[in-house]
């Protein structure tokens, strides 16, 4: 069975620093998801990783993928205080037919300015 | 507003009443799911339509737990008996068919609380 763990669970940073959410999952996932989530609502889709190397990037946040490692990581540039969210990070195991997704425990970020 | 609703946003029971929600997806998506979330978790699969198929059920999703599509569009669950473990955030996402863009869009939640 797919586990997915994110780490670290909390993270408060400086406005205009950079840093990296980690996501490791247990066992082979076809396709890596990221969203957001601001308090109290739902959950905002950011980027869709569908293979080995695969890199995304949308504003101040870059998302990759290594299939091999099992890893992938969310970076972020220059932070600035709108991007302060929880943001999890969701596998799919690539059995036939399988639509479920299994999610991280999420990484609530706090942007400080 | 194109995007996955739901209703009600809150809803606030006694222990042993039943509630039922009712899920609006994004209008051609064939593809619907309910997952719950509880408070500093992610979320977790509960349940998945295709049509008004239900192809696959969690095993969180109890005997007093039931979930229908009838016409393959708007989509309901329903807890009976609640329980305080129940208390959560039950989300609904729906998708389009095909493709191996799998994203799958979120609603805005029901939140459930049971005293």
Redesign the interface.
């Given at each position: 069975e797919l586990k997915v763990e994110q780490n670290p669970l909390f993270l408060s940073m400086q406005e205009g620093k950079n840093y990296t959410i980690y996501c490791n999952y247990s066992t082979t996932s076809d396709r890596l998801y990221w969203y957001r989530q601001d308090p109290g609502k739902s959950l905002e889709s950011l980027f869709v990783l569908l293979s080995n190397g695969a890199v995304k990037q949308e504003g101040r946040l870059m998302a990759s993928l290594d299939t091999k490692a099992r890893l992938s990581t969310l970076h972020i540039t220059a932070a600035v205080h709108d991007l302060s969210a929880t943001y999890f990070c969701a596998g799919r195991a690539p059995n036939f037919g399988n639509e479920k997704l299994t999610f991280g425990t999420g990484t609530r970020l706090t942007i400080i300015p | 507003d194109t995007g996955v609703s739901q209703n009600p946003r809150h809803k606030i029971t006694k222990r042993g009443q039943n509630v039922t929600f009712r899920c609006d997806p994004i209008s051609e998506h064939n593809?619907l799911?309910w997952?719950r979330q509880t408070l500093?978790?992610?979320?977790?699969?509960l349940t998945?339509f295709?049509n008004e198929a239900q192809?696959?059920k969690?095993r969180l999703l109890s005997d007093r737990f039931s979930a229908e599509r009838p016409k393959g569009s708007f989509s309901t669950l329903e807890i009976q008996r609640t329980e305080q473990g129940d208390s959560a955030m039950y989300?609904c996402a729906s998708r389009p068919a095909g493709g191996?863009?799998?994203?799958?869009?979120?609603?805005?939640?029901t939140r459930l609380t049971v005293l």
């Open positions: - | 593809r799911y997952y500093g978790q992610g979320p977790e699969f998945y295709q192809l696959e969690s989300l191996g863009y799998n994203e799958q869009f979120f609603g805005p939640g």
